[in-house]
């Protein structure tokens, strides 16, 4: 890695993760004028269209037609179904409560690389696990329907195995065509997945407020395009496994800036379930992590 990318990362990190989490309590703003899937629609039509400004401009070698099913799927599952599910857990849930539900996606990484790549954890590993699964219940049990099928919880927590899902197809991408195209090709994907929502939300937004078209027009810049991609030049620079480390910052940084947005304050119920989710995920990486088996 040359000297001016190591100068620079901390700084590409830190905009990943405050890009995110303003997605939190800003989706929540977003969801007063806009329903669920229309705001995913709308959102990312504004990120493909700088993803595909910045493909025109820099013209990257196109992707082979071998990894044109992983970037359908990985548009379709860590852009289209991830939105859908967490825009519609959002709903009912809070953002902090939502942020820190996600942040459980790590661990199901992990236990996705042991259900299909043969990898194994340790009795440390599993006790973690049990332990982030603890602290999601009790996040959920404090959420409007509680951990019944179809509440809010249980579709962010679903996000949440989307985003593990999305970070183990989009890893083989990256070492080929590099970071930025390959986030503006997933996105493009993504966009295309939602494009039979967007004339709904397209007939919304010429009667909504301006802190509607001011929320789309954030989220759509910031966590869609922007986060996206400093979170695809960090991954591709510091590898998953320390990338990940840095996700534990993801919680705290949206509980402040749900707080300076919306006026929410954590439950007592939310914070102990988080301090157990974000307990069981270290202790997973750092005692129980996956090995080949």
């Known amino acids: 890695m040359s000297s001016p990318f190591v100068r620079l990362l901390p700084l590409i990190a830190a905009i990943a993760i405050l890009s ?25 039509s504004v990120a493909a269209v700088l993803a595909a400004a910045w493909l025109a401009w820099t013209r990257p070698p196109l992707p082979a037609p071998r990894d044109l099913p992983r970037i359908l799927a990985c548009g379709v599952i860590g852009i289209a ?17 939502a ?10 990484a992990a236990l996705i690389a042991v259900a299909t790549m043969g990898e194994t954890l340790s009795r440390w590993g599993w ?31 679903g996000a949440a195995v989307c985003g ?30 939602l ?12 009667h909504a407020p301006a802190r509607c078209w001011a929320a789309v027009l954030e989220l759509g810049i910031f966590p869609a395009a922007i986060g996206y991609a400093a979170w695809a030049f960090v991954i591709g620079h ?14 705290p940084a949206t509980l402040v800036l749900a707080f300076v947005l919306t006026g929410e304050i954590p439950s007592p119920r939310t914070l102990i379930g988080g301090a157990i989710v974000m307990a069981g995920v270290v202790l997973t990486n750092m005692y129980g992590r996956a090995r080949p088996a």
């Not at 999601?136 to 099928?149: D, T």
């Open 195 to 206: 494009l039979p929502w967007l004339p709904q939300a397209l007939a919304i937004m010429p």
């Open 238 to 251: 510091m590898g998953a496994a320390r990338g990940a480390g840095l996700l534990y910052l993801l919680p």
């Open 99 to 108: 942020s820190l539900l996600i942040s459980a996606a790590p661990l199901m």
């Open 164 to 193: 593990a899902l999305y970070t183990s197809l989009q890893k083989r991408l990256v070492v080929r065509y590099g970071a930025l195209p390959s986030i503006s090709y997933i996105l493009l994907a993504g966009a295309l997945c």
């Open 20 to 44: 995110w989490a303003s997605a939190y309590p800003v989706v929540r703003i977003a969801l007063r004028d806009l329903p669920p899937v229309p705001l995913a629609a709308m959102r990312y």
């Open 127 to 157: 006790g973690g696990s049990l332990l982030s699964f603890a602290g999601v219940v009790l996040i959920a049990q404090g959420q409007i329907g509680g951990i019944a099928f179809g509440s809010g919880a249980t579709l962010v927590f």
């Open 81 to 97: 179904l991830y939105n859908v599910l967490f825009n519609s857990g959002e709903v009912t849930v809070s953002a902090g409560a």
